[in-house]
């Protein structure tokens, strides 16, 4: 069946432009993730949504990230103002339900270059 | 805090020779243990995970894994590696509030052919 796909595979943009990210998760799942994998801080978690809500964005950067999800399916992030440091790839991954080991299965990533 | 120390930045290996990659966790209670394996320009593919039961753990494409909880460890194992693993992996640990995943560093496999 068909997995969680993110789109565009890679965004090229100038530093103070917005950017949005879309996640597709695997049909069904109830639960998505948002990650950035970045060189010197390897995989960090960002976001998760169970649902369309989103209980603890704690894990955002900063006020110039944000993401929603509607319809319980397609999930988008927005990066305001990009600056260079945002530069990396965004992964999403979503599971079946929500809870204790439910296993994740990622998207192939947005490759995000800010100039 | 909840951490996971991958020690091998890079590893290269023989194709046909065996490989263990190492992961050490830190974590108060009964670990969730997952390894995931990137290939250049792809996502995370799930090789095996842990929950409870048997420590020795069977995955994919020939991996297993055995928890060691004295010694706080999920080592990844292949008996004889092929020049197709070459790939960078994961070792990450759960459940956490919301069941994100702490992930380790990562370990980049070389398999020289």
């Known amino acids: 069946g068909a997995g969680v796909s993110q789109s565009p595979s890679n965004k090229v943009t100038e530093k103070g432009k917005d950017v949005e990210l879309r996640c597709d998760p695997i049909?069904?799942?109830?639960?998505l993730y948002w990650y950035r994998q970045s060189l010197g801080q390897g995989l960090e978690f960002l976001i998760y949504?169970?649902?369309?809500?989103?209980?603890?964005k704690s894990g955002l950067p900063s006020d110039r990230f944000s993401a929603e999800r509607t319809g319980g399916s397609v999930s988008t992030l927005t990066i305001q103002r990009t600056q260079q440091e945002d530069s990396a790839v965004y992964l999403c991954?979503?599971?079946?339900?929500?809870?204790?080991?439910?296993?994740?299965?990622f998207g192939p990533g947005t490759r995000l270059l800010v100039l | 805090a909840q951490s996971v120390t991958q020690p091998d930045i890079h590893i290269t290996v023989s194709e046909g020779a065996s490989l263990e990659l190492r992961c050490n966790y830190s974590?108060?209670?009964?670990?969730?243990l997952f390894w995931y394996v990137q290939s250049p320009g792809q996502g995370l593919q799930l090789l095996l995970k842990?929950?409870?039961?048997?420590?020795l753990v069977q995955g994919i494409k020939g991996f297993e894994a055995e928890f060691k909880r004295s010694q706080s460890s999920f080592n990844l194992r292949k008996p004889s590696v092929h020049w197709s693993d070459s790939a960078e992996y994961y070792c990450?640990?759960?459940?956490?509030?919301?069941?994100?995943?702490?992930f380790g560093a990562g370990t980049i496999l070389r398999v020289k052919s």
């Open positions: 049909s069904g799942h109830t639960a």
């Open positions: 974590y108060g209670a009964t670990p969730y």
């Open positions: 990450a640990v759960g459940p956490l509030r919301g069941n994100k995943l702490v």
């Open positions: 991954a979503s599971s079946r339900l929500l809870g204790q080991g439910e296993t994740q299965y």
């Open positions: 842990y929950f409870s039961g048997d420590t």
């Open positions: 949504f169970q649902g369309n809500s989103a209980p603890d």
